[in-house]
DNA sequence: TGGTGTCGATACCGTACGGGTATCGTCGCC
DNA sequence: GGCGACGATACCCGTACGGTATCGACACCA
């Protein structure tokens, strides 16, 4: 008998409905009904009728449905009060200003609901530091892109995402519908300020040093590509803003978005941000 | 925040100590810190202070350990209400006189403990019918030895015992640490009554038809060697008796303890009895 | 009466998590 | 400074959970 089974037993007694109550969990039909079944054989006693005429609760189910709901209010309870006597509680998060994905507004989403309490500051940072200021201090976990120099941070993977190139509309090559990296090697690129972290740097450039305008910012990237018709880099995924183009690089290898925290940081908001986020990137 | 995970931390919190603690839920020592880590990421909040000196309850921890506690001792009341709710329920357990094992005293401390209200009636039963009346609807589970005909029952594994031959310590091939079952070719066996199951007779047999005088319990069995001079069999592992010995029989395929069910039988009070016999016998 | 749709159960598969053993790092302590 | 105690880490393995595909039972309807 553990929270998650009775969680799943309240939802199946509430809609007498095992495909409803399945899709309410998230969750497909058969793992439903075989927890439901194990539950009880837990208890030791049926639960629920099953007949054409639809699932009713036994007097041992409706006795359980009490008890659960209770109990899963309670353990609600236990939570708040441990968050409220761990004080409060606050942790900041750097953003790296392009990852605008769907990912990030779940992960805020069920940040907050299972951490009401907890004061989070975002740090949204351009290009300069893929880190996000992780090293400095000014932030606790970095919600990013790779590559950069990892040395002294833990990283932990969330997604992949192919990249392309980012060009005008009406640029003869933007009619591809693949490139390589061959392909730009006579154009003119951008580069990031001085100082940027070269393993990031070297990405974003197809491994090659390239000449360019300095750009900090995504937009200051794609400005680039308008006004001064460089090459500019995309992770695929959202559409291409007006006027440009955007064409898979089938050499390149995909961007990762990574969590990422300093190395021994032992701080539970971290390792629960982590695994929420895991979670908010897979579904 | 699961109800095994909280069981895990009261225990923690309790002992100040983790090995101490691994060793109450008789467990290892690293699980148990990983759980209490995975624990506290998922509440937000360091619960224990771990130095040197020894562990100490953080202010959350306290606030979790109080909650856990009542949660726990909710949990248990709901399970008792749900057994209330279900009535009086009762349950026939067959049990092959035989199997006096280890397995079975932690199997039925275990299902009193979970079915505290639960009547459980024992059947035990000689040697003649291994499924212990199961077909007869004499018995709900039959707690038994293989092999016998299984067709229209549910049979669960849940150990295997090498077989040896039980003869008269003065017996010649007493001595021996092995036997093959040709070196018992030329001997007197013992036999079931008619109508016993015929899988169940050849297995014990050795495959052969043999001659030799009717028993119906492991009693008899012993009894016949001894005023006989027949040829006993037996599953190893327990001791043999005064003036017996057993030489293991490295020919002949291990006898299984099992759980065994009708087909199609949902009673939830037999899938628990089968689930803690699993565990019993595993541990 | 046979076709059809609904719904829970079953079968099967892949992955992820919980448990194990071995080992490390750290910190008192003699 | 070596040793012992103890929690953390690394790594491996089996179970169990969640998924898809399919079945079986039953009501409903032509």
Redesign the pocket.
């Known amino acids: 008998m553990?929270l998650?089974?009775l969680r799943?037993f309240v939802a199946?007694a509430e809609?007498?409905?095992?495909?409803?109550?399945?899709a309410r969990?998230?969750?497909?039909?058969?793992?439903?009904?075989?927890?439901?079944?194990?539950l009880e054989a837990d208890v030791g006693a049926v639960l629920?009728h099953?007949?054409?005429?639809?699932?009713t609760l036994t007097p041992a189910g409706a006795a359980l449905l009490d008890g659960a709901r209770t109990l899963l209010d309670q353990a609600d309870r236990v939570r708040m009060r441990v968050a409220a006597a761990a004080g409060a509680a606050a942790i900041t998060v750097g953003i790296l200003s392009d990852s605008s994905d769907r990912g990030a507004p779940r992960l805020a989403a069920a940040y907050r609901r299972r951490h009401p309490d907890v004061e989070v500051r975002i740090r949204e940072t351009d290009l300069t530091d893929p880190t996000c200021g992780l090293r400095a201090g000014l932030v606790d976990v970095a919600l990013t892109r790779g590559p950069f120099d990892e040395t002294g941070l833990t990283v932990h993977e969330l997604r992949a995402d192919p990249v392309g190139a980012v060009l005008r509309a009406d640029d003869p090559l933007a009619r591809r519908d693949r490139l390589e990296l061959a392909d730009l090697a006579d154009r003119r690129w951008f580069q990031f300020p001085d100082g940027t972290d070269p393993i990031w740097q070297s990405y974003w450039n197809g491994g090659e040093p390239r000449e360019g305008p300095v750009v900090r910012a995504v937009q200051e990237c794609l400005q680039a590509v308008l006004w001064n018709g460089t090459v500019g880099m995309t992770p695929l995924g959202h559409a291409p803003p007006e006027e440009l183009a955007v064409v898979p690089l089938i050499d390149m290898a995909p961007s990762r978005v990574v969590a990422a925290w300093n190395e021994?940081d032992?701080n539970p908001l971290i390792r629960s941000f982590v695994?929420l986020a895991?979670a908010a990137y897979?579904g």
Do not use: C, D, N
């Open positions: 553990e998650r089974t799943y199946v809609e007498l409905h095992f495909g409803r109550a399945a969990l998230h969750m497909s039909q058969p793992p439903l009904s075989r927890a439901i079944k194990q629920l099953r007949s054409a005429a639809g699932v021994g032992a695994q895991t897979r």
